[in-house]
Each structure stands twice: as structure tokens, then as C-alpha cells.
């Protein structure tokens, strides 16, 4: 009890004390040797007290930036999110612009006026199981059965056109037929898309053949419609038997993915003449014949004379 009054007495003479020291302070404009004392005095006590004090305010001033925080990590997040898509879409950006150089290459040596078009759907209509939708139409002058082309070779035909889009039908379509004919020897058949069977070509001469490797163009219909001349197609992989029958059928690798069809042209004008086989793609270089080892020295047989080649040897 006795002790308690006397913390309480020392208490109060340091408050008496230090407003004193306030008051005199003020009085001497702030700078005289009062201030020095009470430094001296209570300077080590403030210094304690903010020492434990600060992290207590450092604590409850960075709750108060908890929310700008989680704003900002989600701002950053969703900013690598955006970063990320433009990527895949700078991508498949590429991808378009790769399909559309390769379509205007194969047009420009061909001198065919094409509208160029985007697929933007697949499925089936009219009755046929593989259709596209194309966003060009009657007002690019787009008609129906018209050549249908990409940067590889033949896409198909069109059969519906309306203002701003039209559907094609998909070489590899069961029912579709063009009119082909073989590269060097020009023997002409006629091209069937199998649906989920290979395509295939059928030679229309029963004395004419075909192996695998040959390569084919399309043949041009009448008045150009539906097919433009020497449009690329595609090579013969395999000859298929067919006993008992006159014409001979190959199997047909199409140029063309049609599984993957993005870009393409619509055939709307044509030069009078396409040079033969001016459109297809480069002919695989064959591979060089290893060269042979040198030849090493025959030892001369006994009773041959020095110098001679031994029969069977290489010289």
C-alpha cells in the first residue's frame, strides 16, 4: 500500500517536472538549455516507449493494406492469364497466316482469282456426311460448284451460296468425284472420296496403268464448273486388286488434311491456260547412291605378271 503512494508521488512530481520543463521551454523559444535537460531526462524513456510501440502500429498500419494487397495479387494474376491467351492466340495467328501464303502462292502461279475465305464450321448438310461453312457468299462473287482450293491442292466444291457464307462439299465426302489425271503419262480416270476409306482413283482406260508414287491433277469440267484444271490432289500409295474388273484403282494420299481445313480460295476466275503440272509441289530429291570404297590393290596371282589385276577385282 505504502509502496503503490509512492510510485503514484514520484509519478506525479515527473509529470510537475516535465510540463515545467514545457512551460520554460516555450518561454525561451524552444532552443535553450531546458530542452538539452529534458532530453537528457526523458529521452531514453520516449526512445523505450516507441521502441515497443512501433511494431505494434507497423502491425495494425499493414492491416489496413491487406485488401490493396489481395487486389494487386489479383490484378497480376488475371494480367498473366490475358498474357498467356494473347500467346496461344499470336499462335494461332500464325498458323493463318502460314495457311493464307501458302493459298496465295499456289493462286498467283495458277493466275486463278480466287475469294478468299475462313472455314467456320464442319459438319454435315444437304444430305452429304462432310460439309463446311465458309464466310464468303454470293456478295464476294461466290457461286455454286465452284473449285474450292487451299495452299496444298483441291478442298472441294461449293454447293450453297448465300449473301456472306456458303457450304462446300469436302473431297474426302463418299459421294464426292472430280475428274483427274495422272502427272507425265496424262492418263485421265476420276477421283471418289471415301468418307472414312482412303480416297481412290480410278483410271477410265483398260489398257492404261498406274504405280504408286504417280501423282495426280485435277481435270478440268466443262466451262470450268466445277473443277479448274491442274489443281494438285494427290499420290497413288497402293494399287488395289480388282479381279474381273477393266479399269484399275489406286489408292489416293489427298494433299489436303481435310480434317484441318482453315484457309481457303474459292476459284472465281481462271487464265486461259494452266501450264501442265506447274502446281504441283517439288518432287522428293532421291537420295544420292553411296559411293563405293576405293578400290584397294590386288595382290598379283602366282604366274601373273606384277602389276596385272587379278580377274574378278576392281582395279
Known amino acids: 500500500m505504502r509502496d503503490s503512494r509512492r510510485a503514484r508521488l514520484v509519478l506525479a512530481m515527473l509529470l510537475l517536472t516535465a ?12 532552443g535553450g538549455p531546458l530542452r538539452k535537460i529534458g532530453n537528457a531526462v526523458f529521452g531514453p524513456v520516449e526512445r523505450a516507449v516507441g521502441a515497443v510501440a512501433h511494431p505494434i502500429g507497423s502491425f495494425f498500419s499493414g ?7 489481395k487486389s494487386e495479387n489479383n490484378r497480376l494474376k488475371a494480367q498473366n492469364q490475358h498474357l498467356l491467351q494473347q500467346l496461344r492466340l499470336t499462335d494461332g495467328d500464325r498458323a493463318h497466316l ?11 502461279q495458277a493466275q486463278f482469282r480466287i475469294a478468299a475465305a475462313r472455314v467456320v464450321a464442319y459438319g454435315g448438310a444437304f444430305g452429304f456426311e462432310s460439309t463446311a461453312t465458309i464466310d464468303v457468299g454470293s456478295q464476294d462473287g461466290v457461286r455454286p460448284n465452284e473449285t474450292v482450293i487451299n495452299g496444298d491442292g483441291l478442298v472441294g466444291k461449293t454447293l450453297q451460296v448465300g449473301p456472306t457464307t456458303s457450304t462446300i462439299l469436302l473431297g474426302n465426302d463418299p459421294n464426292f468425284t472430280a475428274g483427274a489425271r495422272l502427272e507425265k503419262t496424262q492418263q485421265i480416270g476420276h477421283v471418289d472420296g471415301g468418307g472414312r476409306n482412303p480416297m ?5 482406260g483398260s489398257q492404261a496403268t498406274m504405280v504408286p508414287g504417280d501423282r495426280l491433277v485435277t481435270f478440268a469440267s466443262l466451262n470450268d464448273r466445277p473443277f479448274v484444271a491442274e489443281v494438285p490432289i494427290g ?20 494433299y489436303v488434311n481435310f480434317s484441318s481445313v482453315d484457309v481457303v480460295g474459292v476459284v472465281v476466275g481462271t487464265p486461259r491456260t494452266v501450264p501442265r503440272d506447274s502446281l504441283l509441289p517439288p ?3 532421291p ?3 553411296p559411293s563405293s570404297p576405293p578400290a584397294t590393290p590386288s595382290t598379283p596371282a602366282s604366274g601373273s605378271p606384277s602389276g596385272s589385276p587379278t580377274p574378278g577385282r576392281s582395279p
Open 235 to 254: 499420290r497413288i500409295v497402293r494399287i488395289q486388286p480388282t479381279p474381273g474388273q477393266l479399269f484399275s484403282t489406286g489408292v489416293v494420299a489427298p
Open 287 to 289: 537420295s544420292g547412291t
Open 200 to 204: 481412290t482413283f480410278t483410271l477410265l
Open 63 to 69: 492491416l489496413g493494406h491487406l485488401n490493396s494487397y
Open 98 to 108: 502460314a495457311s493464307a501464303e501458302k493459298l496465295l502462292h499456289l493462286a498467283g
Open 19 to 30: 510540463f515545467t520543463l514545457i512551460t520554460l521551454d516555450y518561454r525561451s523559444g524552444g
Open 283 to 285: 518432287s522428293p530429291t
